[in-house]
Structure formats: C-alpha cells, structure tokens
C-alpha cells in the first residue's frame, strides 16, 4: 500500500537538518517523493494521512534494549549493577520459559513501536531466543536482536552457564536462521553479555562467528565503576582492552553505555569506529554515571541512545532518553554541548550509522526505507510548539505518537496498535510476572 504523509512538518534529520511543511511519499516499503513531488509520484490507489499540525520524523532508533527483561519491570530496584544482575536480573532471567519470553518481548515491542521507536538492538537471555526474534517479526519492527552469550561469572546462575561450543553453535544457528540481509526486517546480532560473564574462547567465536555472518557485535562495557575493578582483578587489564584483544572492537561492534572513559580509550574507540550507545535513564537509575556524549560526539565516536532493559529505566520511551540525553549533557559539558537537534540525531541519523544503517534508514530521504512516525504537536503540553527541535526533545512525550510506518506497512494507527494487541499482552504480563518472580525465589 503506498502512503501519503500531507501537510505535516517534516523533520528529515537528513545531513543537512532539513525542515519543510509538506508531503512525504511511501511505496514499496521506501520514501518515494518529497514535498510538490509526493503525490505525483504515487499511483492512483493511495492511503492518505493527514499530517497537519503533527511532525513526520524518521522512526526512533534505540541501540540497547533488552525485550527479556521488560516483564521484570520494577522487580529490581534501588542497587547498584552487579548486585541487581546478581540478585535480581539473573536469577529472573533463568526462570523465564516459552510463555514467559513472548509476553516480554511483546510488551517490550508494544511499548517501542506505540512509542515511536521503529528500530531496535536487542540483547536476549540465553535461552529461547527463537521465541523473541519470533515476536520481533510478528510486530513489524527492525530489530537486530541476539541471545546473551555467558560461560562464566561470580553470581551466574546455573542455568544461565552455558557450555562454550554449545553456546557458539546455537548462536550460529540462529544467525543462519536470521540473516544479515538488508531487506530483513528482523537480523541476527551476536550479544556477549559482557566480560565478567565470557571466557576469551567465547568473546572470540562471537567475534569470529559475526565477522563469517557479516552480523553486529553487541556488549555493555565500561558502565560501573565496579564492574571495571571486577574486571581488572579477574583479567588485570580493563575490560576495553579485554574486549578488543578478542576481536570485539571496529566497525561492526557496538558497545552499550561507555559511562567511564577515559580520554585515551575515546580516542581508541574513535579509531577503532566502534560505536558506543548512551543510556541515560539505566545509567541514573544504576548510579552508574554520566556517559561523555559531547566528547565522544567531538571524537568523532558513533553514538546511539538506548533504554536498555525496563527494570533499570523503567520505561523503553525514546523520547524520555532524548530528554535526559540533552539535560545531562548540560551538568557534564556545558549547557550548550548537546543541542536538543543534535540529542535528536541520537536517535535519527545518528543512531542508525551506530548500528550501521546509515545507508538505510535514520532520515527522510527519498530512497530509504520507509520508517516513519507522526507526532502530535497541538496538545497542552507541547504548544505553542515554536521551536521545532526543543519541543520534540524536552516537551514532547511518546504518547504524542500518532502513527508509526516501517518499510511502509503502518504499525500504529491514530495511537493503536495494529500487530499486536496491547490489553492482552497487558493482561498477560500482569500473570506472568509474578509467576516468573515466583519461580525465581523472588515473591
Ligand atoms: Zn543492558
């Protein structure tokens, strides 16, 4: 079905920051036309959507999310990392079975595209990850999206300990299942959970296993203080310098959080281009930090933004992160070091060449694939809507999202979900949770 976007003020969030009151152009699955051009260039049978008074975006990216851990929301609070993996996270994540991944998965994928966010990388548990790249492909969204890998770690429980080869094989498998082709929707990533939880034989494979795949490489790093002591007592070197030694640096890795770095190791990821994904809403919850966007961004580092996991945010609202991107910028770098148009890139162009789709989607050029959004300017809370650019960072909110569009097939409607069915994913999650708790010795 080709789609024509009227009248709306379209923020391309293309190279040049182009803004125009006008018509976006959708047919098989990409933006055909902009502007005078955009209903010449369709056929007769066309959807029209009336976008005046809304901005037409190109759909939100989020680099880091965690679609297994939303059911767990507000199951973990008020600890520091490695105490809420430990105590919270993990052993919630061995209880999840079937039943309990898909209704998190789903809830997480209900919350993403009602929200905006059109584009995701996720990482999963260990088990059954063939049910959450199923519900990613039952939505409709982008996903990148890959089981965490882990075959070591003080903490871990034993169901999460993995068998090295094994783990590689099943990872392979799904990778084979899920390929790195571009006209796929859904794409296998290959996700070390981090370097306390692998052996170097395992960081290797993956490394090795995504450069066979073509596949993205996927790992938090350099988010605690903690955690980096932890590791250089275990490995004593630091877990970037853990990381890269295994293969798991340059252009196709892409690292969540980077809250502590240092000079020397920004200048080595600029280097190196690996990308990095700002978590603002985890980073405070965890009391991790404050990431340096600004420098990273002056580095000439790709950065992305990402809500990471629901029990450390505890929302998956991207536009929740670009506020908080741009506000903490501010007591970290200066107020003017992070422009609300530039935390916007975050989630735009800016995200997607983090996640190495730059070519692809991340802004409404004609060519790219047709993710789009529609956002509602003309509610209390966002007018007079003057500045384009502030009101979608700091007044807007996700729930001013009225319609969402990836490669073309309308996903969100005035509001609604049309791939899944929010009251019973709802109901769903309020069972599920507490058996999952239950289960996990939790309640
Ligand atoms: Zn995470």
Known sequence: MSVLLRGGLVVTCDPDHRVFQGDVALAGGRIVALGEEARAALATDYQVVHAQGKAVLPGLIQGHIHLVQTL?????????LLTWLRRFLWPLEAAHDERSLRVSAELGLAELLRGGTTTLLDMGTVHGHDVVLDACARSGIRALSGKAMMDRG???PPALLENT???????????????????????YAFCPRFVLSCSEEMLRGCAALAAEAGALLHTHAAEQVEERAAVRALLGTDDLTA???CGITGSRTVLAHGVHLDDDEIRALA?????????????????????????????GVRVGLGADGAPCNNNLDAFMELRLAALLSKINAGTSSLSA?????????????????????GSIEVGKRADVIVVDLQDIHTAPALDLFSTLVYACQSRDVRHVFVDGQQLVHDGELLTLDAPRIAAQAREEAPRIARKAGLA
């Open 271 to 299: 280097a190196a281009d690996t990308a990095v994904v700002h978590c603002p809403s985890s980073n405070l919850k965890l009391g991790s930090g404050i990431a340096r966007v600004a420098d990273l961004h002056r580095a």
């Open 243 to 245: 990381l890269a030694r």
């Open 72 to 80: 767990f929301r507000g199951l973990a609070e008020d600890v520091p």
């Open 154 to 156: 003080e903490g871990t």
């Open 341 to 361: 148009r530039e935390a916007l890139h975050l989630a735009t162009l800016g995200g997607a060449r983090a996640l190495g789709l730059g070519e692809l989607i």
């Open 165 to 187: 080869r094994a783990a590689l094989r099943e990872a392979e498998r799904l990778s084979r299942d899920w390929p790195n082709r571009p006209d796929a929707r859904v794409r």
